[in-house]
């Protein structure tokens, strides 16, 4: 299945996902078939249903404080794929996964205070050697999130910057959005 199929499909659907078409495409490039990715950050479910449409076992983490988990959830059951699809509502500093590794993890959780770098510090251990770790809104008006990067890539050694994605939209320049890290090996 092509992206524009997939996240054809999602739309259709009523699916929401808060990414741009080019983030979203570039995390669809970053998963293969039976891949395992975690999800920081469910919101309305857009980007974890785009990626199991792709094959991926999706682990998806949300406080459900919004409420917008609810129709992620009933996203997941109109696209026929919630069994491929592990949803938990929890805080992330609170979540209890399995013990494993993935081949992706997104973080596009929390956006305030010291919560963006405590998830990446806690979660960017789990990507698989030669996995992904993919961090949203670095530098889109996060402030928090910016500083966080900034704090973990100072004594991060383990993964290498891979690329930024920006984005024209509506005549506004959004800065720097999505960006992109492989972890060695």
């Known amino acids: 299945m092509e992206f524009a ?21 570039a995390l669809w490039g970053c998963v293969e078939l039976g891949d395992m990715v975690l999800e920081i950050g469910t919101a309305y479910g857009g980007t974890a249903s ?23 959830e009933q996203l997941f ?7 491929k ?29 010291d919560i963006p770098y405590q998830d990446m510090c806690r979660f960017a251990p789990r990507v ?18 910016t500083k966080g990067v900034m704090k973990w890539i100072s004594w991060e050694k383990e993964f290498s910057f891979h ?9 506004v320049r959004w800065e720097t959005k999505l960006s992109l890290f492989r972890r060695d090996g």
């Open 50 to 72: 785009l990626l199991a449409l792709k094959g991926a076992v999706v682990h998806t983490v949300d406080s459900g404080e919004s409420g917008q988990t609810v129709a992620a």
């Open 5 to 25: 199929d997939a996240w054809g499909q999602v739309e259709r659907a009523g699916g929401v996902a808060i990414m741009t078409p080019p983030e979203l495409e």
């Open 128 to 145: 698989k050697p030669g996995g992904w770790l993919a961090l949203d809104d670095v530098a889109n008006g996060h402030p928090d999130i």
């Open 85 to 113: 699809i592990s949803s938990y509502v929890e805080k992330s500093s609170e979540v209890r996964l399995p013990e494993m590794q993935f081949d992706l993890v997104l973080i596009d959780g929390a956006h305030w205070g």
């Open 77 to 83: 059951e109109k696209l026929g794929i919630a069994y």
């Open 163 to 171: 690329n930024a994605y920006s984005e024209q939209f509506d005549g």
